[in-house]
């Protein structure tokens, strides 16, 4: 095991993928409003929309606190905010949606890059600009349906509280409700993951791999998520950065979880490599391959005998 943490490392450095999980939390800002508001949009036809973001709302405050939480059901109530007619209705709907989809291009983006695959440059770029938006929205429909059965859990777990709290010695239902929350949220992270690995990126990989590899990342954002909540909990991010301190908050909560996602999915292709056959390229996608190439000192003239 030793031997894949160190390969995982190794390639993740190479791979420049802190560069990359920068680049995705300054754009999961711009798009996480619009991303959050369609989510909650499609949850709405089957669940009540204000508990579904009671929901999103608990688990931002549970990371980055009550000020991140406000921040983020500000930016929301910005972005529904209709004004202006039939025409800026339209237009916003157009910007929502472009903006929530263009943060799972990047995503994309980043799995390919990891995973050193590219869409084929010989090939349609019109064809695979749109294969790519159809994907997108694939993916926010799979995030929505996640969340409902996350809901769904929830609930349950809610209503047997009354039952378990009644069958056990006092003190010993909280721990144990808390523990099987973790435990189903964990799994509802490792399937949304391994959904992403499997279909997001231009490449094949097996199903038993990327299960592993989405099952270690779902574990590694749980643990990391208790642990974010506690070290951000003690920072005073507004004495630093004065207003823009719920936006730092933010940020530093994106960009950990977006450190985390690729880690994964370095440890998802190192476990590939060495248990089964390897990431290929997908249909129309070629593999990249990197190679330093050092070119010939330039011969310096002499004019000794001549």
Not at 285 to 299: G, I, L
Request: hydrophobic residues 55%; aromatic residues 10%.
């Amino acid at each position: 095991m030793w031997s894949f943490l160190k390969q995982t490392i190794l390639d993740f450095s190479e791979d420049n993928c802190p560069r990359m999980a920068a680049a995705l939390a300054y754009y999961t800002v711009f798009s996480l409003a619009p991303l959050l508001i369609i989510i909650i949009a499609i949850c709405g036809f089957l669940w009540d929309p204000a508990d579904i973001r009671g929901t999103v709302a608990r688990e931002v405050q549970s990371v980055v606190g009550a000020d991140g939480a406000r921040q983020i059901d500000v930016m929301l109530d910005n972005a529904t905010r209709s004004e202006g007619g039939v025409t800026a209705s339209v237009l916003s709907a157009v910007m929502l949606l472009w903006g929530a989809t263009g943060l799972v291009g990047q995503l994309q983006a980043a799995l390919n890059e990891t995973w050193e695959v590219r869409p084929d440059p010989e090939q349609g770029g019109i064809r695979n600009f749109v294969i790519k938006r159809v994907l997108s929205l694939a993916m926010i429909l799979g995030v929505a349906f996640l969340l409902l059965v996350s809901l769904v859990l929830s609930s349950v777990l809610a209503a047997a509280g009354d039952t378990i709290a009644g069958r056990l010695p006092e003190g010993f239902s909280q721990p144990l409700l808390q523990t099987l929350y973790a435990v189903a949220s964990t799994l509802v992270i490792a399937m949304l993951i391994a959904v992403m690995f499997k279909f997001l990126p231009d490449a094949h990989v097996r199903w038993r791999d990327v299960a592993v590899g989405a099952l270690l990342t779902a574990v590694l954002f749980t643990v990391g998520k208790f642990a974010m909540g506690a070290y951000l909990g003690s920072k005073n991010m507004e004495s630093t950065y004065g207003a823009a301190g719920s936006l730092a908050l933010i940020l530093v909560w994106v960009y950990y979880t977006a450190m985390i996602f690729l880690l994964g999915a370095e440890f998802t292709q190192v476990w590939a490599k060495r248990i089964g056959p390897g990431v290929k390229p997908a249909d129309g996608a070629v593999k990249v391959v990197s190679k330093t190439v050092r070119e010939p000192a330039e011969q310096k003239p002499s004019y000794l005998g001549v």
